[in-house]
């Protein structure tokens, strides 16, 4: 299949338990998502992803895309300005791009790793 659709990204229903991410001494963030990797590129990650409010730090190992339909929050990149995001918005990370989350409203993206 060349094409791969996810329908209604917004509204998809049946996401996984990813589990939890938080600073020490603050609420867990619940993570949750689907991975849609197209047969045959399983090396290009995609799917849907969507944590609750809270403030957690990531490391962004590859090169990855985001695109939020749902949401808010801001991200700080280590040494670099902070980012206000919402739904609408698209991200582009470099790879090793380190830094800290703070979602505000619980966010959903649509997401594609290389």
Not at 27 to 48: C, F, H, K, Y
Not at 86 to 105: H, I, M, P
Request: glycine share 10%.
């Amino acid at each position: 299949m060349k094409v791969q659709q996810i329908k209604q990204a917004v509204e998809l229903e049946g996401l996984e338990d990813w589990g939890t991410a938080a600073l020490p001494g603050t609420d867990p963030v619940r993570v949750s998502g689907r991975q849609m990797v197209i047969p045959g590129l399983e090396a290009i990650d995609t799917g849907v992803f969507e944590c609750s409010p809270g403030a957690y730090r990531r490391s962004v190992k590859q090169a990855e895309v985001m695109h939020f339909i749902a949401g808010a929050g801001i991200f700080t990149p280590d040494g670099e300005d902070t980012i206000h995001f919402r739904s609408g918005d698209t991200l582009f990370f470099e790879a090793q791009t380190e830094g800290l989350w703070e979602v505000v409203e619980t966010m959903r993206k649509i997401y594609v790793i290389f």
